[in-house]
T-cell receptor, first 112, second 113 residues
Framework: DGGITQSPKYLFRKEGQNVTLSCEQN?????MYWYRQDPGQGLRLIYY???????QKGDIAEGYSVSREKKESFPLTVTSAQKNPTAFYLC???????????FGSGTRLTVV | AQSVSQHNHHVILSEAASLELGCNYS??????LFWYVQYPGQHLQLLLK??????LVKGIKGFEAEFIKSKFSFNLRKPSVQWSDTAEYFC???????????FGSGTKLNVKP
């Protein structure tokens, strides 16, 4: 079955450490996105990529980095510069944005 | 600036009650509007979408939404809710060039059996 796989489902990180969240899709979608979901704030766009080797900052990119070396993969690194990293992170993809997104199941990151 | 507002943060209804969730947007270009649903422990799923044409859009599971341009609104409705509709609902706006989606803060719906 085609879809988006995010791993791990739960992740714990010590303060000061970088951590990378995985997002893989086998839908042959061109565009991929990373969102952060916080209670009462909805989804906020971190980074997005429309094609391989190209990506753009979203609304809250500070403290995050991404890469898009392959069409199928769009990993997100939460760096130690991110002041409030504890959140639920959602990856999404689309072939034509007008059709809407397909979402992954998310990764819940907790900084301890 | 583009934005999406959902004013109802938490709605509690009994089964068979009618539902209307508000969504207002601010955007200067051509609007593409969506409603997504997130059932407990599950992925976000697309409920329905509006691009153009008939402003009354029908989606899955008996949901519908009406685009009212003069009110900048895209409210979600269902005539009779079920316990299985308990979920969080997000309104979203797609930008002109489809580079970005803007999401509202979400509405948690709790349907009492």
């Amino acid at each position: 079955d085609g879809g988006i796989t995010q791993s791990p489902k739960y992740l714990f990180r010590k303060e000061g450490q970088n951590v990378t969240l995985s997002c893989e899709q086998n839908l042959n979608h061109d565009a991929m996105y990373w969102y952060r979901q916080d209670p009462g704030q909805g989804l906020r766009l971190i980074y997005y990529s429309q094609i391989v080797n190209d990506f753009q900052k979203g609304d809250i990119a500070e403290g995050y980095s991404v890469s898009r070396e392959k069409k199928e993969s769009f990993p997100l690194t939460v760096t130690s510069a991110q002041k409030n990293p504890t959140a639920f992170y959602l990856c999404a993809s689309s072939i034509l944005q007008a059709d809407g997104y397909t979402f992954g199941s998310g990764t819940r990151l907790t900084v301890v | 600036a583009q934005s999406v507002s959902q004013h109802n943060h938490h709605v509690i209804l009994s089964e068979a009650a009618s539902l209307e969730l508000g969504c207002n947007y601010s955007y200067g270009g051509t609007v593409n509007l969506f409603w997504y649903v997130q059932y407990p422990g599950q992925h976000l799923q697309l409920l329905l979408k509006y691009f153009s044409g008939d402003p009354l859009v029908k989606g899955i599971k008996g949901f519908e939404a009406e685009f009212i341009k003069s009110k900048f609104s895209f409210n979600l409705r269902k005539p009779s809710v079920q316990w299985s509709d308990t979920a969080e609902y997000f309104c979203a706006l797609g930008s002109d060039n489809f580079n970005k989606f803007y999401f509202g803060s979400g509405t948690k719906l709790n349907v009492k059996p």
